[in-house]
Nanobody, 115 residues
Framework: QVQLVESGGGLVQAGGSLRLSCAVS????????MAWYRQAPGKQRELVAA???????NYADSVKGRFIISRDNAKNTVHLQMNSLKPEDTAVYYC?????????WGQGTQVTVSS
């Protein structure tokens, strides 16, 4: 079965950095599109960044130039490097993939940015 397990969240001061990781199993990872979403309290879940199996990336305007999504096909892992963090980046971050028209989500990892 498909499983996604996030790690790397935590508490950081504004201007700091964090690196999230998502370990994926149950898919042919090298050809699987992956994405990071986030959900802040009282807000809808939103797309942060996505990476295709071929390595093409796209980002939400709010994180462009600060966040970098990458993938390690040898380790079935997708990363989100988050730099210049702002208090408004505080949210639960989720890893997501889609297989056979079904979405699969990780359990989420909390990122808290203090001002």
């Amino acid at each position: 079965q498909v499983q996604l397990v996030e790690s790397g969240g935590g508490l950081v001061q504004a201007g700091g950095s964090l690196r999230l990781s998502c370990a994926v199993s149950g898919v042919i990872f090298s050809v699987t599109n992956m994405a990071w979403y986030r959900q802040a309290p009282g807000k809808q879940r939103e797309l942060v960044a996505a990476i295709s199996g071929g390595g093409s990336t796209n980002y939400a305007d709010s994180v462009k130039g600060r966040f970098i999504i990458s993938r390690d096909n040898a380790k079935n892992t997708v990363h989100l490097q988050m730099n210049s963090l702002k208090p408004e980046d505080t949210a639960v971050y989720y890893c997501k993939t889609n297989l056979m028209s079904r979405n699969y989500w990780g359990q989420g990892t909390q990122v808290t940015v203090s001002s």
